[in-house]
């Protein structure tokens, strides 16, 4: 080969590498028909046949009560966002706030988690944020044992609905939930750890750093972890 059709070469891989360098930040939100079929993923658990949509089955199941927290709650929590984010955050279950609005993480601990977000370049409204349960249990206590498995078909319906990339857990709480596990935090957290076809993270929920800010540096980690992983998404 020549020396100038090396250095040709040479310029050609030097574009391809810039290409790859200053490709414009990818949509967080990708249409599910432009999903190839195989990456919806139906989980284990998840109410069969699924709803055409979320919204479909928010409405299905707004009402229901086949707990004890649905006869206490104010609000139904579902969930906010877009169907098709390709990352989903979930946490425990609604506090005061949310079951006031209906909303999840409206609260300080929700202004927190948007500016984690905001911290690594995401936009709340290009993820997904939802809880294992739905209903808030009485003066924030702990779910019980059948209240989450109550609940869990929901959940599981509305991962199947999203499909998403990447999961990440707000908390011990919502970590044992999805993994079955009892680890503690500090084994969980800071790993990508394969989970039903997804890429499961753990981190500690936004309301502990409220009461502990000098442990943020450990969620600040955790988010840019989720960054690179977002990153290197196909
Ligand atoms: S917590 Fe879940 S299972 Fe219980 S009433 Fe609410 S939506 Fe239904």
Not at 97 to 108: A, K, L
Not at 147 to 152: D, I, S
Request: with cysteine.
């Amino acid at each position: 080969m020549s020396g100038s059709s090396d250095a040709v070469e040479y310029l050609e891989s030097l574009a391809l590498f810039e290409e790859d360098i200053y490709l414009p930040r990818k949509n967080l939100v990708v249409p599910q028909a432009e999903r190839s079929p195989k990456s919806l993923r139906v989980l284990n658990g998840a109410v069969e046949p699924l709803p055409e949509s979320l919204s479909a089955f928010e409405k299905q199941i707004c009402e229901c009560t086949r707990c004890e927290l649905g006869k206490t709650r104010t609000k139904f929590v579902f969930g906010d966002g877009s169907q098709h984010a390709r990352i989903v955050f979930v946490g425990e279950a609604p506090g005061h706030d949310e079951d006031h609005t209906g909303i999840p993480f409206v609260g300080r601990a929700g202004q927190l988690l948007n500016e984690m977000l905001a911290e690594i370049g995401l936009d709340r409204k290009e993820v997904y944020i939802c809880n294992t349960l739905k209903c808030r249990p009485p003066g924030n206590r702990d779910p019980l044992p059948s209240e989450k498995e109550t609940c869990r078909p929901y959940l599981r319906t509305q991962l199947s609905l999203i499909s998403p990339d990447i999961v990440v857990c707000l908390g011990k709480h919502a970590a044992n939930e999805l993994l079955g596990t009892d680890e503690p935090m500090k084994d969980l957290r800071g790993r990508v750890i394969p989970w039903e076809g997804m890429q499961l993270l753990v981190t500690y929920h936004p309301a502990y750093f409220l009461r502990n800010m000098t442990q943020k540096v450990h969620g600040d980690a955790d988010f840019k972890l989720l960054r690179k992983l977002y990153d290197q998404l196909p």
